[in-house]
């Protein structure tokens, strides 16, 4: 059974910091793209990084510059460094990780920014 446990989010002040951690079992984050997302009240869900199965990671030019994805395969683990947080960044941000036709998704976790 796959399971994507999200864990690190909470209240911040503007231009802070939080990392975000995703643990996962199941399956071998050094095979899988892996990728975060977010999605704020009455928003979209966005794209906010990921990172393939050969280490190229992706930014949108929202969060590029302030937040960093990376892996570590012998923890089966995924995070996100975000600094300079804004208000705007608020919203509950999400794991996924993804294989040819498979996808798997954590359930979560809330950061707030305050300004």
């Known amino acids: 059974q796959v399971h994507l446990v999200e864990s690190g989010g909470g209240l911040v002040q503007a231009g802070g910091s939080l990392r975000l951690s995703c643990v996962v079992s199941g399956i071998d984050v050094g095979i899988y793209n892996m990728v975060w997302y977010r999605q704020a009240p009455g928003k979209e869900r966005e794209l906010v990084a990921s990172i393939s199965t050969s280490g190229t990671t992706n930014y949108p030019a929202s969060v590029k510059g302030r937040f960093t994805i990376s892996r570590d395969n012998a923890k089966n683990t995924v995070y996100l460094q975000m600094n300079s947080l804004k208000p705007e960044d608020t919203a509950v941000y999400s794991c996924?990780?993804?294989?040819?036709?498979?996808?798997?998704w954590g359930q979560g976790t809330r950061v707030t920014v305050s300004s």
């Open positions: 996924n990780g993804w294989r040819y036709d498979r996808q798997w």
